[in-house]
């Protein structure tokens, strides 16, 4: 099992920058944020391998920077330039099987409980 907490939600206005946070209790593969705003379908926003190896969904490309730090098991999200659109709760999800697939087309088997973030215009 392992266990993810995040942290760094919060509100802000259009334009505004966040940095959310991900311990995890344990060693990792993939992680990835997902995002679920109300009345919408769950998104995966940005994913890092252990390597390094990084994907993003488009609408955050150039904005958003996922990192991770394997000696402490932590992984973040920098998210710059903020829009309305980008409001949602925001998951981390990490899963230990380790392949050569990208991160984004894992199906996570662990996850967090989730942070608001909210962008007002």
């Known amino acids: 099992q392992v266990q993810l907490v995040e942290s760094g939600g919060g509100s802000v206005q259009a334009g505004g920058s966040l940095r959310l946070s991900c311990a995890a209790s344990?060693?990792?593969?993939?992680m990835g944020w997902f995002r679920q705003a109300p009345g919408k379908e769950r998104e995966g926003v940005a994913h890092i391998r252990t390597d390094g190896r990084t994907t993003y969904v488009e609408s955050v490309k150039g904005r958003f920077t996922i990192s991770r730090d394997n000696a402490k098991f932590t992984l973040y999200l920098q998210m710059n330039s903020l829009k309305p659109d980008d409001t949602a709760m925001y998951y981390c999800?990490?899963?230990?099987?380790?392949?050569?697939?990208?991160?984004?087309?894992?199906?996570?088997?662990?996850w967090g409980q989730g942070t608001q973030v909210t962008v007002s215009s």
């Open positions: 999800a990490a899963d230990r099987s380790a392949s050569s697939s990208d991160c984004s087309q894992y199906r996570y088997t662990y």
């Open positions: 344990a060693y990792t593969w993939c």
